[in-house]
């Protein structure tokens, strides 16, 4: 597809394309012209990937594309590859999958089915108290209790500890990764607040008999020919609980916000399980709700016809990748009865986000409550999006419940 409008002098750091939508056009353009953009905001290039086969190739070699550099444009700093970081989203390649190893049990099986089971039970109380045709605040009244709920019991907070961190876990739903001074301040003082509630609660953990969650797990592993120290395990809870509760909920948030705007879409799909699950994955191809991640290169690599330097930058445009001509059909619109092809909404091969069926689990369970309770989702006002350019996050969703 050709872009038939002038996309020059455009800026990928600028949140407001992403929030008026005219990031499509560009990244049409990008993919079109085979064009590699160039980040010049500071002394290391930044080049954007933004065809699905290369931020592929990026998240299946994490030896070649290191994410040890941070995982944002406005954290990007090379200087950090140096320094090999126990938090698994930037460990390098081994640590990372031994970190992950001792982690996934606590996003699988029966964790998993709890998480679903009382994601559910949320879904009819909501369903349950919304007055037909009465509008009520998604966000508030669902998803940001959906997600902090999900990850008080996945992270296995001890008891008393639960209740001392969820107005941290709250407010991570708000923070929007913006590089504007007051969006940075406000991140810092979420961040320090969620980790020292953390340290506090796997330092309690380690003194019960039996810690519980991802706390539990990590207490118990051996990583290296060695168990995590109290600061090693807190770090890892910090990066789930990060990026896990903000994505679970702006990932629900922003899927009410697309169902309530096209009801004919969901007409069936939540008596048959396998209607849902591609009703579940085209939806996650749309929203995106991860627009980037970065990495940096750990050797000279070839891509798109040109030779990137060690060192250099590399910043994966997931949705980008989603809306790539190559590999999906018209994919700027929203069809839940496309063909499956598997999206890069939660990276792939061994950059695979962990929490990935949780996530889908919980949409999973919103759905279900939606066809249950033989309801549609009605938009009472226009849903307000983060300023961002690495969450499409919704900040505030107005519905109607009718019946």
Known sequence: MSSNHDVSGFDLRDSSLFVDGRHEEVFAHLRDSNSLYVDSNGNVPIYSLVRYSDVERAYK?????????????????????????????????DRHRALRDAMQGGFRGAQLSAIGDETAERVERFLASAANGGAVEFVERFSQGAATAMMSSLLGLPQGEEERLFPALRAIGEVDFGGAPDSAAHRQRIEFLL????????????????????????????????????????????????????????TLAGAAALWAGRPAELAG???????????????????????????????????????????????????????????????????????????????????????????????????????????????????????????????????????
């Open 61 to 93: 070699e994490p030896e070649l594309f290191s994410p040890c550099a941070g995982l944002t444009l406005d954290a990007f700093d090379p200087a950090g590859s140096s320094s090999l970081s126990w938090m698994l989203e930037t460990a390098p390649p």
């Open 195 to 250: 980790l020292r509630g953390l340290a506090r609660a796997v330092r309690s953990a380690r003194r019960a008999d039996r810690p519980r969650g991802l706390i539990g797990l990590l207490l118990a592993a051996e990583v290296e020919g060695r168990p995590l120290s109290d600061q090693e395990a807190a770090l890892n809870c910090f990066n789930v609980a990060m990026a896990g509760t903000g994505a679970a909920q702006h």
């Open 269 to 403: 799909a939540g008596a048959d399980p396998k209607s849902r699950r591609r009703l579940i994955d085209e939806t996650l191809r749309w929203l995106s709700p991860v627009l980037h991640l970065t990495r940096v290169l750990t050797a000279e690599v070839e891509i798109s016809g040109r030779r990137l330097p060690k060192g250099a930058g590399v910043c994966l445009w997931n949705v980008s990748a989603n809306r790539d001509e190559q590999v999906f059909e018209d994919p700027a619109a929203f069809r839940p009865d496309r063909p499956p092809a598997r999206n890069l909404a939660f990276g792939a091969g061994p950059q695979y986000c962990l929490g990935a069926e949780i996530v889908r689990a919980q949409l999973d369970a919103l759905l279900d409550g939606i066809a249950r309770h033989g309801v549609r989702l009605e938009l009472a006002g226009p849903p307000r999006w983060m300023r961002s350019n690495a969450i499409a996050g919704v900040e505030s969703l107005p519905l109607r419940v009718l019946r």
